[in-house]
């Protein structure tokens, strides 16, 4: 099991980004993918999640509207769109795969593997 996270990098408030979580070793129909954030001297956040099994999508509150993932079967990779970002979304985001049942999306405790994290920087 693999997951390579890409797509980081210095963006500006206001701006948008994508980033990419590329999957390999199993299949995305029969796992979820959870994508988390976290900044130094604090717990992982989950951010969005993924069922792959039919693609329902779930995000905390605070995250609806600017968070948004999508996967794309073909490139076994996964995606999280964060529109509007503000200096507070500075963090090192990660992907992580759960193969099982989604009950609590955004518990990093039920993510078994995880990716090496990309940073994501928004300043001016």
């Known amino acids: 099991v693999q997951l390579v996270e890409s797509g980081g990098g210095l963006v500006q408030p206001g701006g948008s980004l994508r980033l990419s979580c590329a999957a390999s070793?199993?299949?995305?129909?029969?796992?979820?993918i959870g994508w988390f954030r976290q900044v130094p001297g604090k717990e992982r956040e989950g951010v969005a999640c993924?069922?792959?099994?039919?693609?329902?999508?779930y995000y905390p509150d605070s995250m609806k509207g600017r968070f948004t993932v999508s996967r794309d079967s073909a490139k076994d990779t996964v995606y999280l769109h964060v529109n509007r970002l503000k200096a507070e979304d500075t963090a090192v985001y990660y992907c992580?795969?759960?193969?099982?049942?989604?009950?609590?999306?955004?518990?990093?405790?039920?993510?078994?593997?995880w990716g090496q994290g990309t940073q994501v920087t928004v300043s001016s």
């Open positions: 992580a795969v759960s193969f099982h049942p989604v009950r609590f999306p955004f518990n990093a405790e039920n993510y078994a593997y």
């Open positions: 070793g199993f299949n995305l129909d029969y796992a979820a």
């Open positions: 993924m069922r792959g099994s039919d693609g329902s999508k």
